[in-house]
């Protein structure tokens, strides 16, 4: 069974820094590219940022560059989020999701519960 | 950039047909991919690729494209297709998610 689990969400100060991960089984983790996904509270999907199977490539939403960065381990199928200069509006559930690539977009076949990250005084 | 425009509330009797639009220039032009998302829940593939259905999704589903309008519909809507609906293409690198749309089942 396909399965993705987020974790290392938290509180945390403005200014502050936090690093998600996501474990990923049942799958061929590095044959995939993955992504993260935010939702702000009562609000819709953004997507935050994508990383193909060997890591080598990355993109990100306007409003993290420069602040979020996406890794990944593939000899123990693990996502990264490292997120540093946190903002208020940063607040949200993030989502990991497994992206099923497709020309001309792929779509993400698989996603993990959520962890939620505050940021706040 | 981008923009897809849902709109953000749709009610359908049930066991009719509720349709779910998602607009944007062009958007024929692109693969639309649907996502159901329950209160609390990580959001599910109901379509890819404009028409195509996961395997588990009912074939009440179902979905298509044309120029500048996709749409999801849902026949013979239940009371458990009650959730929030997005629709998502990419954007160059970029992935861009409709504002969502809440289905009520009255």
């Known amino acids: 069974e396909v399965q993705v689990v987020e974790s290392g969400g938290g509180l945390v100060q403005p200014g502050g820094s936090l690093r998600l991960s996501c474990a990923a089984s049942?799958?061929?983790?590095?044959?995939?590219?993955m992504t993260w996904v935010r939702q702000a509270p009562g609000k819709g999907l953004e997507w935050v940022a994508n990383?193909?199977?060997?890591?080598?490539?990355?993109s990100y939403v306007d409003s993290v560059k420069g602040r979020f960065t996406i890794s990944r381990d593939n000899t123990k199928n693990l996502l990264y989020l490292q997120m540093s200069s946190l903002r208020a509006e940063d607040t949200a559930v993030y989502f990991c999701?497994?992206?099923?690539?497709?020309?001309?977009?792929?779509?993400?076949?698989?996603w993990g519960q959520g962890t939620p990250v505050i940021v706040s005084s | 950039s981008y923009e897809l425009t849902q709109p953000p509330s749709v009610s359908v009797a049930l066991g009719q047909t509720a349709r779910i639009t998602c607009g944007g220039n062009?958007?024929?032009?692109?693969?639309v991919h649907w996502y159901q998302q329950e209160p609390g829940q990580a959001p599910i593939l109901v379509i890819f690729?404009?028409?195509k259905r996961p395997s588990g999704i009912p074939e009440r589903f179902s979905g298509s494209n044309s120029r500048n309008t996709a749409t999801l519909t849902i026949s013979s809507a239940q009371a458990g297709d009650e959730a929030d609906y997005y629709c998502?293409?990419?954007?160059?690198?970029?992935?861009?998610f409709g504002g969502g749309t809440k289905l009520t089942v009255l």
């Open positions: 049942g799958f061929i983790f590095s044959s995939y590219s």
């Open positions: 999701a497994r992206l099923q690539w497709l020309l001309p977009g792929g779509y993400f076949d698989s």
């Open positions: 998502q293409v990419w954007d160059g690198r970029n992935v861009i």
């Open positions: 990383i193909k199977q060997d890591g080598n490539e990355k």
């Open positions: 690729r404009d028409s």
């Open positions: 062009n958007i024929e032009g692109k693969n």
